[in-house]
């Protein structure tokens, strides 16, 4: 017998991710069907993907925007649309510690969580995998290397898995000297050499941060200890992340370097089917494939947040948010590109005995982080 389509709730319509989803969902109108959509503010977008999708809930987050009738206004909306009972699978495509609530929410509601929300893992693993031992739910990660490890491990126990090696492009900065990346300005830091990104995430690639974060979610997705997860550069982004198993054999996935396809495996794992929608990859043309260190003198946020995922409690929530506030300053032109990392330097030693026993501990340790970049510069 057929199986209806599922119901899909894609949080952040209007991002990078949350643009890439609607294509690959309209590949699969048999398997999939839009249930819900929200936006944060860019009403005229949402609208135009309303009318195009025809979900059954429509939630925008910021109000003081022209709404249409039937439409929910405020954060509760992504809440509200995480959890409707004909939802299944949640993207959850919202940038920063704003998208944490809804996974959890989803998580405690059974739903399977797509997710490419990693800052949600980073804030509260912990609390992320109680949810989802209490209401059913599971996490399937979108980040193209969390996927590509899930697809290495396969169906293997986690006992045969020796280290998870991580690759990163490098980001717009690989080969800069020091005394170059003290002039390093936000146009420089915005262009990502090879994946096309949502400001956040992409200044993330080039401090390095967003590797932190990633190290951090691999640790809760696969339950592996810090000393065992790597990072390699990578510069050409086509081998997504490899998997060294106790026998010393490596698996890696490799792949042409776009969104969708780990979009789809996250929605149809542990199954495959078929899509074309993706051209074809192409050994040759996409050779040589390099592999280099990572450059910890003029990246040191990496090891920063690495740190702080081995501390525990509120330090990532910490690092997060103190990266999150840095950023927005950083894209605002009020502070220079080395400043992130040292700002979160900063806030991780001034907050160290931040107590992150529970979400509210954990919401308060980001608003101190938060409050500390912004004294920190007199913002
Ligand atoms: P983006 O900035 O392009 O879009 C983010 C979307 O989140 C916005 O369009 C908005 O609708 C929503 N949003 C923003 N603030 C919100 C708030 N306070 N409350 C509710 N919704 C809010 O970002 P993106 O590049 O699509 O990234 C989204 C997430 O996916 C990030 O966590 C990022 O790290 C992750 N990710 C992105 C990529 C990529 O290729 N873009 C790859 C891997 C992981
Ligand atoms: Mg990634």
Redesign the pocket.
Known sequence: MRRPPQGVAL??????????APRVLARHPDRFRVAAL?????AEE?AAQVAALHPDYIGL??DGYAVHPGWHVG?ES?VEAATLPEVDVVI?????A??LR?TLAALEAGKRVAL?????LVVAGTLAESAAARGGGEIVP???EHSAILQCIGSRPVTEVRRLIITASGGPFRTWPLERLREAQREDALNHPT????????V?SATLV?KA?EVIEAHFLFGLPFDRIDVVVHPQSIVHSMVEFVDGSVVAQLGVPT?EL?ILYALTHPERIGDDGVSPFDPVASSPLTFEPVRHDAFPALALGVEAGRRGGAAPAVFNAANEQAVALFLAGAINFHDISSAIASALSALHAAPGDDLEALLAADAAARQHVKDLFAC
């Open positions: 949080l952040g319509s209007t991002g990078s991710i949350g643009r890439s929200t936006a944060h503010s860019n949402l987050v910021s954060t992504i959850n495509a919202i940038v920063g704003a998208g809804a490419a929300n990693k800052e949600s979108v980040d193209s994946w096309s990104m949502g400001p956040k995430i992409t993330d967003n974060l969104m780990p």
